[in-house]
């Protein structure tokens, strides 16, 4: 498994994770990840067939609630945290052209 | 009696007789941070006076007989991944050096309507990821009893604060021994609830299903009132359950004749210390000769639980940490060329090597092609691993063990090799990975004079069974390090 980790799934991954790695960072990467599922692949020793994946402890049900406003406004204090606003909106580089 | 050698209940107490102010202990807590805190380093972001003001305000209720409860005026540290309003909350990143939240995180508002009096903010991992508060953004922070070593992690600020006498207790988060270990290496005692317990809104996330806030104090008893104070049925939660009792501290004193006490054989084999297997024999043998009935047995999934956790964790941590982009909090880039630059470039230069490294391999078994062989696998294991504890639960009450293979390790010694870091976690995973409350309580000490801590891990619910045992091991094997050892407390800091 370790030996798929190249530099084309590092590059992959880091477009799927948002993160712009240097070449040093790169290889450290593959290194690392495949270190770690090397190890991880322990988990194939087990046979799971049949076991229901769980990913919560306890049923998680969706809560549900009435439609109404229980919060307050506090879009100001809210965008004080922001790096860029305007008019009361975040402020990005443009998306569209 | 000291204020050094109170824990919060007893400072609590002499504050309601109107012995000691709100306002006296907080100077106190103040004026020790400033004494000790240069060299350990606990606190990201204290503001005197922020406190002072708090301190002054808790005092003039507490005269009015409107806070009457045993944390009213008392001092505590919180972990800086949940949020206080109006106060800097980091998670140790540079992403968040900026961060003020505009609310506070639910456990953090119970503590204060209890009248606990907030302190400041403690280091950690950065975003809760490592064992040593070594990849903090704001410095490493050091071990009180002995500065070239770590307070574990990744509380490590929280329980190097109780432990140096800074703060009275604190809050910390554990998602794979985050509490529990730390307080293990700084010799005070740490507790994670069965999750769903304490709300955990406005906390950080990491690994959503994972994460959960819990105490960290000088004994038992603090713990037991700490959660107390700060557990409840929360709408704002939606993983938050409710329990049929908060009440953790009226079962504390009871005796536990006919216990039964499970000690796993997998949790005392290879690449455990000798020193801690003895602690944690001797812990068995004080508990056996209080009534309790112990005895050997095998858990099993043991060493399946390390690499399970990783990929659930990452899997979560990846995902949590989408939300952090530069653009409705924290830190941005300075220049960039269109969105998807500025979204990687922030990332990039915001996030330290070990949350990339997370990102990185939670990203990877999320991914097309890896999903099922890695992150169904994982969450297949862990229903195995879930089933060993209930197996082992029809036949115990309480299970007995260390709560990590050695003492703390010295600075710099486990960043370097990643995965041997990790495996120090092997013994409070599987706990988080099941959802069960464990706590960490003080077994001694080393040779090298290095706290150890044994580790109790009770039934999902089962708190007042779990902090009963507790309670009389502390009693039978000294508790608190600190106490022991306070003659020695000017040489040691």
Request: proline share 4%; net charge negative; aromatic share 8%.
């Amino acid at each position: 498994m370790a030996g798929q980790i190249d530099r084309e799934t590092v590059e992959y991954i880091s477009i799927l994770a948002k993160l712009e790695l240097s070449g040093e960072e790169q290889l450290a990467a593959a290194r690392d990840m495949g270190r770690m599922l090397e190890y991880i692949d322990k988990l194939k020793e087990l046979d799971t067939d049949g076991v229901e994946p769980v990913s919560h402890v306890f049923p998680v049900y969706n809560v549900f609630r009435e439609d109404t406003v229980t919060n307050q406004d506090i879009r100001e204090e809210l965008q004080k945290s922001a790096p860029a606003c305007k008019d009361g909106a975040y402020k990005v580089p443009r998306t569209v052209e | 009696m000291e204020m050094f050698d109170m824990t919060a209940a007893e400072l609590g107490k002499r504050i309601q007789a109107g012995e000691i102010t709100a306002v006296e202990a907080a100077e106190y807590s103040l004026s020790r941070i400033k004494e000790k805190d240069g060299q350990i380093n606990a606190f990201i972001t204290v503001e005197e006076e922020k406190v002072m003001e708090n301190a002054r305000r808790v005092q003039q209720k507490i005269e009015r007989r409107e806070l009457t409860g045993p944390l009213a005026g008392v001092p505590v540290a919180v972990k800086d991944n949940i949020c206080t309003e109006g106060l800097r909350t980091t998670c140790a990143s540079r992403i968040l050096g900026n961060f003020v939240p505009p609310y506070s995180a639910e456990a953090v508002k119970r503590l204060e309507e209890a009248g606990a009096v907030i302190l400041g903010k403690t280091n950690m991992d950065e975003f809760a990821m490592g064992s040593t508060t070594e990849t903090s953004a704001y410095g490493i922070t050091r071990n009180p009893w002995n500065t070239d070593h770590v307070p574990g992690g990744s509380s490590g600020g929280s329980c190097a604060a109780v432990a140096a006498g800074e703060a009275f207790c604190a809050l910390g988060s554990d998602t794979g021994g985050s509490i529990r270990q730390p307080s293990s290496f700084c010799g005070v005692t740490g507790l994670k609830p069965t999750y769903g317990t304490v709300s955990r809104y406005g906390l950080i996330a990491y690994g959503s299903s994972l994460d959960q806030i819990g105490p960290v104090a000088k004994d038992v008893t603090d713990c037991a009132c700490i959660l107390e104070a700060v557990s409840s049925y929360d709408r704002k939660d939606g993983t938050s359950v409710k329990r049929e009792s908060y009440d953790f501290t009226s079962g504390l004193g009871r005796d536990i004749k006919g216990m039964r006490i499970g000690l796993p054989s997998d949790y005392l084999g290879e690449g455990l210390d000798d020193e801690v297997r003895k602690a944690v024999m001797d812990g068995a043998e004080a508990m056996r000769s209080l009534g309790a009935i112990v005895e050997e047995f095998p858990l099993g999934m043991a060493e399946y639980a390390i690499p399970a956790y990783y990929v659930i964790a990452s899997a979560e941590a990846s995902s949590n940490l989408a939300r952090f982009d530069g653009v409705k909090y924290g830190y941005r880039t300075e220049e960039y060329e269109g969105l998807h630059d500025m979204y990687k470039k922030t990332r990039s230069e915001g996030f330290g090597p070990e949350v990339k490294r997370r990102i990185m391999l939670g990203s990877f078994v999320l991914s097309s092609g890896y999903y099922d062989a890695y992150y169904l696998k994982a969450l297949r294991v862990k229903a195995l691993i879930m089933k060993a504890f209930d197996e082992a639960f029809k036949k115990y009450d309480i299970i007995l063990g260390p709560a990590a293979p050695s003492a703390a390790p010295e600075i710099g010694c486990s960043l370097a090799d990643p995965l041997k870091m990790y495996l120090g976690d092997i013994y409070t995973v599987s706990v988080n990975l099941a959802g069960l409350p464990g706590i960490s309580v003080p077994g001694g000490m080393n040779s090298k004079g290095l706290p150890i801590g044994l580790q109790l891990i009770g039934d999902r619910f089962q708190e007042e069974k779990l902090l009963r045992a507790a309670y009389q091991l502390e009693k039978a094997v000294g508790g608190y390090g600190i106490k022991k050892e306070e003659a020695h407390d000017e040489q040691r800091i």
